[in-house]
C-alpha cells in the first residue's frame, strides 16, 4: 500500500514531495493510517487535530489518543478545541456542517501561520460513494455526480484512491491502532444510513462495485470538464461584465436551446438555491428579482443583471468647496476651470460657475429629486420619471449620485447634466467637472 500511495502521489501529486504537509487527524481509522502511511514514507509532516466536544469524555479520549501518538512518533501536533454547539446555534447551522466551516478554517489559518503548503484529508474511495448517493438521493447536478475532489486548491486527498476495506487491512497487518466514534454507529445520519444499509446491497449485488463505481465517476468527471469548456465559450457570448455586475443578454441566451442548463452552470458558484425561480426570470416580469445570501439576479428588459448585494444603501452627502479640484470617495471627480467648453459626455460637463452655491453636495439620489434635463429649457422632470424613460435597472439606480447646488441638481452624475446651471454667452468662470 505504501508503493501505491507513493507511485499515486508522483503521478497525480508530484507537488507534494519536499512540502510541509498538515494532517488532518481524527484519531480514527482512516486518518491514523493516513499519518502511518506519510510518516513511513518520510514526508514532512504535522498533525492537526480538531476537539469538537460533541461526545463528552470520548472527544477528549481521542485528543488525548492522538496527542500521545503524535508524541510517541516524535511528529509536530496541533490542537484545537471548539463549542461546536454553540457555533452551530449562533450561526444557524446543522452540527455537521458547523463542525466543517470550523475545521477548515482553523487548517487554512495554520497553514498561513505555521507556514505549511497544504492539507491533507484522509477521505476514501468508500467516502467518496457515500457522498454521490447522499447527493443522488437530495437531488442535485451534474457537479454534485462527481463526488469528492481529489483536489480542492490547498486541500488534498490522496486514500480516494483505496476502499475502507483495504484501509483497515493495512492498520491490522500494521497493527496500528485508532479511536472508533460512537456516532458512526448512530442511523442518525444520512450518510450513515447509506453506509450500513444501502452500500453492503450495492457490493452484495456486485463484488467490483467500487471499481465500477470508479469508473463511471471518472467518465463524469470528464463530461463535467466538458461543460465547463463549453460554459465558458457561451458565456463569452451572452455575458458581459460591466464592473461588479455581470449581464446577461437574453436575446442572445434564449437562442440556447438547453439555456437553463448554462445559466445553472454561471450561477451556481454565486450561492442561489432557487432554480426555478431563475428560470422565470427570463420569461418574467421586468424589474422581478431572485436573491442568494451574497447576490442578487435582476430581471431588466433585455438582460439578467447579476450584482452582489449591500448590505446597506449608502446615505452619506459629501460637501465639496469651492476651488476643490478633486473627490475621491465615494466617487472621483475632478474640478478645474477653463476657458472655453471641449467635448461634453456623459462623464464630463461644463458649468457656469457663478450659478453654483458652495458647498456643494454629492449624495444618492432620493425619491422627490426634479430637475430640468439639459436641453430642456423651462421643462422640469421628476429624476424617477427620467430614469424610466432612460430604462435604467434598479441596480443602476441605487448606484446613482447626484450633484447639488443649494437644494438644486447640477448633476445627475455620468448620466445628465441640469440645464439651469449650463455655459451661456455671458458665462464668464466655467467650471470643467469630470466624473473619472
Same mark, same amino acid.
Request: cysteine-free.
Given at each position: %500500500?505504501?508503493?501505491?500511495?507513493?507511485?499515486?502521489?508522483?503521478?497525480?501529486? $508530484?507537488?507534494?514531495?519536499?512540502?510541509?504537509?498538515?494532517?488532518? =487527524?481524527?484519531?480514527?481509522? !482512516?486518518?491514523?493510517? %493516513?499519518v502511518d502511511l506519510l510518516h513511513q514514507l518520510s514526508f514532512d509532516i504535522a498533525m492537526a487535530h480538531c476537539n469538537f466536544q460533541l461526545r463528552g469524555l470520548e472527544s477528549f479520549g481521542d485528543q488525548k489518543f492522538v496527542q500521545n501518538y503524535a508524541e510517541a512518533n516524535n511528529i509536530e501536533l496541533f490542537l484545537t478545541q471548539f463549542d461546536t454547539e454553540a457555533f452551530a446555534k449562533d450561526?444557524?447551522?446543522?452540527?455537521?456542517?458547523? *463542525?466543517?466551516?470550523?475545521?477548515?478554517?482553523?487548517?487554512?489559518?495554520?497553514?498561513?501561520?505555521?507556514?505549511? !503548503?497544504?492539507?491533507?484529508? *484522509?477521505?476514501?474511495? !468508500? #467516502?467518496? &460513494?457515500e457522498t454521490f448517493l447522499i447527493n443522488l438521493a437530495r437531488g442535485t447536478g451534474l457537479d454534485g455526480l462527481t463526488g469528492i475532489p481529489a483536489q480542492n486548491e490547498?486541500?488534498?486527498?490522496?486514500?480516494?484512491?483505496?476502499?475502507?476495506?483495504?484501509?483497515?487491512?493495512?492498520?491490522?497487518?500494521?497493527?496500528? #491502532? +485508532?479511536?472508533?466514534?460512537?456516532?458512526?454507529?448512530?442511523?442518525?445520519?444520512?450518510?450513515?444510513?447509506?453506509?450500513?444499509?444501502?452500500?453492503?446491497? &450495492?457490493?452484495?449485488?456486485? $463484488?467490483?462495485?467500487?471499481?465500477?463505481?470508479?469508473? =463511471? /465517476? =471518472?467518465?463524469?468527471?470528464?463530461?463535467? =470538464? %466538458?461543460?465547463?469548456?463549453?460554459?465558458? %465559450?457561451?458565456?463569452? /457570448?451572452?455575458?458581459?461584465?460591466?464592473?461588479?455586475?455581470?449581464?446577461? !443578454?437574453?436575446?442572445?441566451?434564449?437562442?440556447?436551446?438547453?439555456?437553463?442548463?448554462?445559466?445553472? /452552470? +454561471? &450561477?451556481?458558484? @454565486?450561492? @442561489?438555491? *432557487?432554480w426555478d425561480d431563475i428560470y422565470d426570470l427570463v420569461a418574467g416580469q421586468s424589474g422581478k428579482q431572485v436573491f442568494s445570501p451574497e447576490f442578487r439576479l435582476l430581471k431588466n428588459r433585455d438582460f439578467l443583471i447579476l450584482s452582489p448585494i449591500n448590505e446597506e444603501r449608502v446615505e452619506e452627502v459629501y460637501f465639496i468647496n469651492k476651488n476643490q479640484t478633486e473627490v475621491k470617495i465615494p466617487l472621483k471627480l475632478a474640478f478645474s476651470k477653463v476657458a472655453?467648453?471641449?467635448?461634453?459626455?456623459?462623464?464630463?460637463? @461644463?458649468?457656469?460657475?457663478?450659478?453654483?452655491?458652495? $458647498? &456643494?453636495?454629492?449624495?444618492? +439620489?432620493q425619491e422627490g429629486d426634479v430637475f430640468q434635463p439639459f436641453g430642456m429649457e423651462g421643462k422640469s422632470k421628476k429624476v424617477s420619471k427620467f430614469f424610466k424613460d432612460e430604462k435604467l435597472s434598479l441596480i443602476e439606480k441605487e448606484k446613482t449620485w447626484i450633484l447639488v447646488s443649494n437644494n438644486q441638481i447640477v448633476w445627475i452624475v455620468g448620466i445628465r447634466q441640469d440645464e439651469r446651471f449650463r455655459v451661456t454667452d455671458s458665462t464668464q468662470n466655467i467650471l470643467k467637472i469630470q466624473l473619472e
Open positions: %500500500m505504501k508503493n501505491i500511495l507513493q507511485n499515486h502521489i508522483d503521478t497525480n501529486f $508530484p507537488f507534494l514531495n519536499n512540502k510541509k504537509l498538515l494532517l488532518a =487527524t481524527s484519531g480514527g481509522l !482512516d486518518s491514523m493510517v %493516513m450561526y444557524k447551522l446543522s452540527t455537521q456542517v458547523a *463542525a466543517r466551516e470550523l475545521r477548515y478554517n482553523w487548517f487554512y489559518e495554520l497553514l498561513e501561520t505555521e507556514k505549511y !503548503d497544504y492539507i491533507l484529508t *484522509a477521505h476514501h474511495a !468508500d #467516502d467518496n &460513494l490547498n486541500v488534498i486527498r490522496p486514500l480516494l484512491i483505496f476502499s475502507r476495506s483495504e484501509i483497515a487491512q493495512y492498520a491490522k497487518e500494521n497493527n496500528i #491502532d +485508532w479511536r472508533e466514534d460512537s456516532s458512526n454507529a448512530s442511523d442518525k445520519y444520512l450518510r450513515n444510513k447509506i453506509r450500513h444499509d444501502l452500500v453492503p446491497v &450495492l457490493k452484495e449485488l456486485n $463484488p467490483d462495485f467500487l471499481a465500477s463505481f470508479y469508473k =463511471t /465517476q =471518472t467518465y463524469l468527471q470528464e463530461v463535467q =470538464t %466538458m461543460v465547463e469548456d463549453a460554459a465558458i %465559450m457561451v458565456y463569452q /457570448q451572452v455575458a458581459k461584465e460591466k464592473g461588479e455586475d455581470i449581464y446577461f !443578454d437574453l436575446n442572445q441566451l434564449k437562442k440556447l436551446p438547453n439555456y437553463k442548463s448554462y445559466l445553472y /452552470q +454561471w &450561477l451556481n458558484e @454565486f450561492g @442561489f438555491s *432557487a472655453d467648453i471641449s467635448l461634453v459626455s456623459n462623464s464630463t460637463i @461644463f458649468v457656469d460657475e457663478n450659478k453654483l452655491q458652495f $458647498p &456643494l453636495v454629492l449624495r444618492p +439620489w
